[in-house]
């Protein structure tokens, strides 16, 4: 499986404000993904990060509020622009990779944002 | 209807027991099934997954499939404390990974 990091792996931040998280993998992988996991709640997929271009947004979840980068098969970045405190989650990069012969999803550590 | 249906929980199961979590889906075409657990405050944690009809052991973890009702399921056999966790079913549907919303389980000593 793939070895995944994240940076920051926490932060407090104040409403208004934008914050980049890093995700870094280990091998290069073809499909990332980005979501977000709000107290309580199951994930839920905001993005897919494609190399290259630009990146493909679930419903709800829009561009001007969270700008991805991709600039290559190991790195992606998640910004969430214009914080308010509903943004307050665990932000996870994901990564599918080979077990097998099969494709099975692999999480990175998580992000875990707290706007006051 | 939700893509993907746990039952939320708290499932409590008493230490050496079986505890069996049940996940229905709604896309027929799924092909790939996967369990995750994750502890609080951690990332989700892949323990196993299915593609093919019946049954698939892996140390004290069995996931079931029956794909014509649209039902995957995990049992753990003589569960743990370490076993508390929330155990997420996720299936494959039309090349997107959905989630369930976990279910809490909750091993009793």
């Known amino acids: 499986s793939a070895v995944i990091s994240q940076k920051p792996s926490r932060d407090i931040c104040q409403r208004g404000t934008s914050l980049t998280i890093q995700c870094q993998v280990d091998?290069?992988?073809?499909?990332m993904f980005w979501y977000r996991q709000q107290p309580g709640q199951s994930l839920t997929l905001i993005a897919t990060a494609n190399q290259g271009s630009e990146a493909t947004y679930e419903s709800g979840f829009v561009i001007d509020k969270f700008p991805i980068s991709r600039p290559n098969l190991t790195f992606s970045t998640l910004t969430v622009s214009n914080m308010s405190p509903e943004d307050s989650s665990i932000y996870l990069c994901?990564?599918?990779?080979?077990?097998?012969?099969?494709?099975?999803?692999?999480f990175g550590p998580g992000t875990r944002l707290t706007v006051l | 209807q939700k893509e993907v249906e746990q039952n939320s929980g708290p499932l409590s199961v008493p230490e050496g027991a079986i505890a069996s979590l049940n996940c229905t889906y709604s896309?027929?075409?799924?092909?790939?099934f996967f369990w995750y657990r994750q502890y609080s405050g951690k990332s989700p944690e892949l323990i196993m997954f299915i593609y093919s009809n019946g049954d698939k052991e892996d140390g004290r973890f069995t996931a079931q499939l029956n794909k014509a009702s649209q039902y995957v399921s995990l049992l753990i056999r003589d569960s743990q404390p370490s076993d508390s966790a929330t155990y997420l079913c996720a299936v494959n549907a039309a090349s997107k990974i959905i989630f369930g919303s976990g279910t809490r389980l909750s091993i009793r000593p």
């Open positions: 896309d027929r075409g799924s092909q790939s």
């Open positions: 994901s990564v599918v990779g080979t077990s097998g012969s099969s494709d099975t999803q692999y």
């Open positions: 091998s290069q992988v073809t499909m």
